[in-house]
Structures are given as structure tokens and as C-alpha cells.
């Protein structure tokens, strides 16, 4: 094969012929908004905007052995990236509408590229969000996907919201990816149960579920969101500061999966879930008003979400066990400095 030089690269890896293209028949959100009039191959992408809508953006870099481990599975790679962006555009109540590749290689790895771009590809057309553009440069493993979005006028979900008495919620388990993480390098033996327990946390970790559709869902019910990448405690914070109230928490309502609470004892368990990072759930408030509609939703099955406290107006952070009494989490969430 002759040696493919950058274009050829993105010609081959990342260009998409329509004949490629699912018919996203499976997907389950609302149609895309925007319309792609330019893709890959001038000087920019062009979207097309409409006027009743507002455009959410966001950008996350992953490095090599920071964020996730050296000679990792490129599939996995680039299906973590890409739904570690699409998180971010859930939490705003986004429709992810296109994103933007910038790939730094170590060198032109046919194996590696195969592997990626199919990953890539998988997570693309589940959540209708085409590459659009990028740069591919030679240097040390980093990845960085921009990825676009868009909400209603004036319906973007936003950190500062929370109003005290409103309910504190969250989707999905919490705790489980960075279980999973911890796992990474235990191989999975057999079929039984701890094996299958590992093999799901490990998954938690490789293919986080970014939450857009319930993302769209509480655009009508949330006072406030962000999506947890560092950890509850932490993320959580976010929002008390940006928002000037303060929260108490019920641990015994902090949801937990079985796999979880099968592989570490308690304390560890509740520890991971609420100062591990990487869950990408939603944390979001809902005020009192709104509650009983929310709920209704839930039993719907149209969300997977727990009530686990509520904002107070005392600044700060209180975390309560069954008996009422207050635990400390001092060691709150992943911080890169
Ligand atoms: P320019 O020199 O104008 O910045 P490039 O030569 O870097 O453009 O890229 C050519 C085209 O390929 C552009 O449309 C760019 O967005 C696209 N592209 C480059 N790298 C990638 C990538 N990793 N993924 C998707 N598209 C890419
Ligand atoms: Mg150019």
C-alpha cells in the first residue's frame, strides 16, 4: 500500500460517502436542526441556522496516559471521546448538531486509525452528530473533539438556576465508572457473576451513555444542570456556587447499580459514586412546583432518575447518612492542578 499522507488520511478514515450513512431509524431523539450545507473538505464547515434557536458549544481534550490509559482499545478511545462531548451538550438540554476531530498522532497507524474511526463512527450516527472538520497533526496521542449543539431560544439549561427548596436529582447509577477504571487492568475470567459485575463496570467506563434525551426532557422540569465528569460532590458544587444556595444530600437515596455494590463494600462504594469522576449522569434541580410532573416522567420510563436532596439556602455541602447524621467527603473529585 503506498504510504497515505495526511489528505488520503482523512479521506479514508474520516470522510463519509451518504452510502455510509445510517438512516438513523433507530435513534430516539428529535431531528437534527441544523443542516449540514458544508462538511469535511473546505477551509470550514458550514451549519445552517435557524433563527428560533440558540447554539451550545464545547470542547474536551483527552491525552494518552492522562485520560484515559497508553495502547488503549482505539475503538473505545474514540467512542469515550466523542460521548464525553456529547455529555456536555446534554447537560445544557442540547441537540448535538455536528463536531470537529483535531487528531494528534504519534504515527500513521493503519490498525489504530481502523479501530478509531469505526468507534468514531458507531457513536456518530447513534446520536445523528457527523464529523464535520478537523486537523490531523503528528505529536504525542491527544484527541480533541468541539462538538455543536442546539436548544429552543432561551431554553438552555444552565449551572446558576437552583432556587433553594428545589429537588436535587440524578440520572442513571452513580459510582461505576470510576470502579470500572479502577478494574481496567483486572482481566474479566468466566462467566459468573463477579466477572460479569467487572465486565459492566469496565464498560461504564469505556461507553458512558451520554444523557441527551433526557436532556431534552428537562429543558421543561430543571431549574439547573451539569453533567458529572468529576464526581457529584464536586459537580454538584458547581451549581450551589454558581447558583448562591447550598444543598443537603440523603446518602441513602444516592442510587447505586448492583454490580457496583457486588464488587466493593459499602463506604467504598458510596465513596466512588459520590467523588469518583467520569459517571457522565445528569445532576439537575427541579423546583417543587415541577416535582410531581418529573416524577410522572420517571414511572414513564422516559428517565432513568433519583431523588437525592434537596438545595438549602445555608452555603456549603451537607451530606446526611439514614440516622441523620452528618458524614464528611472532604476529598472531593478529580481535579487536574
Ligand atoms: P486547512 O489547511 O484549511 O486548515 P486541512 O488541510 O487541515 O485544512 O484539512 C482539510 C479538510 O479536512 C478540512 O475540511 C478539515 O476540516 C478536514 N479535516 C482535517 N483533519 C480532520 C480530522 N481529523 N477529522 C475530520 N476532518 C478533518
Ligand atoms: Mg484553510
Keep these: 500500500m503506498m504510504p497515505m499522507n495526511e489528505f488520503a488520511l482523512i479521506k479514508r478514515y474520516f470522510e463519509r460517502s451518504d452510502a455510509d450513512k445510517s438512516d438513523h431509524s433507530g435513534a430516539v431523539l428529535e431531528a437534527p436542526i441544523q443542516g449540514v450545507v458544508q462538511g469535511i473538505g473546505d477551509d470550514c464547515a458550514v451549519l445552517s441556522t435557524d433563527p428560533d434557536y440558540e447554539t451550545v458549544m464545547s470542547t474536551d481534550t483527552l491525552i494518552s496516559g492522562v485520560h484515559f490509559p497508553e495502547n488503549s482499545d482505539p475503538r473505545l478511545t474514540a467512542q469515550r471521546a466523542l460521548r464525553v462531548n456529547l455529555s456536555d451538550i446534554a447537560a445544557m438540554g442540547g441537540q448535538p448538531s455536528a463536531f470537529l476531530l483535531a487528531l494528534t498522532l504519534p504515527e500513521l497507524n493503519e490498525t489504530w486509525l481502523e479501530g478509531f474511526s469505526l468507534g468514531l463512527r458507531q457513536v456518530s450516527d447513534a446520536y445523528c452528530c457527523p464529523l464535520v472538520g478537523g486537523d490531523t497533526i503528528r505529536g504525542p496521542l491527544n484527541i480533541t473533539i468541539s462538538i455543536l449543539g442546539t436548544v429552543p431560544r ?14 436535587i ?30 465486565g459492566y463496570l469496565k464498560k461504564r467506563y469505556w461507553q458512558p451513555s451520554p444523557r441527551v434525551s433526557e ?48 464488587t466493593w463494600a459499602k463506604t467504598k462504594a458510596m465513596t466512588l459514586a459520590l467523588t469518583g469522576g467520569d459517571d457522565y449522569e445528569l445532576c439537575f434541580t427541579v423546583p417543587t412546583d415541577k416535582v410531581a410532573m418529573l416524577e410522572l416522567k420517571v414511572r414513564e420510563g422516559l428517565l432513568s432518575a433519583h431523588r437525592i436532596g434537596e438545595i438549602s439556602a445555608k452555603e456549603g455541602l451537607i451530606c446526611r447518612d439514614v440516622n441523620g447524621i452528618v458524614v464528611d467527603f472532604s476529598d472531593a473529585g478529580y481535579q487536574h492542578f
Excluded at 436532556?215 to 451549581?239: C, F, P, Q
Aim: charged share 15%; aromatic share 4%; hydrophobic share 45%.
Design 169 to 198: 436529582y440524578v440520572t442513571g447509577c452513580l459510582g461505576d465508572s470510576a470502579a470500572g477504571l479502577g478494574l481496567l487492568d483486572s482481566p474479566v475470567q468466566g462467566d459468573g457473576s463477579e466477572a460479569r459485575s467487572v
Design 154 to 167: 432561551g431554553r438552555a439549561l444552565f449551572r446558576g438556576g437552583a432556587q433553594v427548596g428545589d429537588a
Design 215 to 262: 436532556g431534552l426532557i428537562l429543558r421543561d422540569y430543571a431549574s439547573a444542570a451539569i453533567d458529572i465528569s468529576d464526581g457529584l460532590l464536586a459537580d454538584l458544587g458547581h451549581i450551589l456556587r454558581a447558583s448562591l444556595v447550598g444543598a443537603e444530600l440523603t446518602l441513602a437515596s444516592i442510587p447505586l447499580s448492583a454490580p457496583l455494590v457486588d
